[in-house]
């Protein structure tokens, strides 16, 4: 059974930081139908959101950001909340600080964009079935 299928309250919620404002309605758009989508526009507006939001199930960043990149971000937003996926978003491949970041575990996944729609699916519903295995 999915996680997003067994979820207690309506959807999950997801919150999508970038410093594109296409980019934020455009993945507001893309994901509306399937979860609650909160957005901010760059980091420290992100880390505010997380901040007054303690039920967000899932965050989502862009990597390449001013003032606070998307690890940058992360690795401050697990102060915040650290039971929950976090995801980095990029138009470019795996970088080497990407690529360290996996490996720490300071993010869950890397994704292209534009992002695939099941891609994202799949990999949510993967963290939670493995949270409640470990649990």
């Known amino acids: 059974m999915h996680y997003l299928q067994t979820k207690e309250t309506d959807r999950i919620k997801i919150l999508y930081i970038d410093d594109d404002l296409f980019q934020l309605q455009l993945f507001q758009l893309k ?6 989508v909160i957005i901010a526009e760059f980091g420290q507006n992100g ?26 971000f992360i690795e401050k937003a697990r ?5 929950i996926p976090f995801y980095i978003l990029s138009c470019s491949h795996k970088t080497d600080e990407i690529r360290e970041a996996l490996q ?10 534009p992002i695939n729609k099941s891609q994202l699916l799949n ?6 079935e493995l949270k409640q295995v470990k649990a």
């Open 31 to 36: 994901f509306r139908n399937m979860f609650e």
């Open 47 to 72: 880390l505010e959101v997380l901040k007054n939001n303690k039920d967000i199930d899932v965050v989502v960043s862009d990597y390449e950001m001013p003032f606070m990149n998307g690890l940058e």
């Open 79 to 83: 102060k915040i909340k650290n039971d």
């Open 104 to 113: 720490n575990k300071l993010i869950d996944n890397f994704f292209r964009k």
């Open 123 to 128: 990999e949510i519903d993967l963290y939670y």
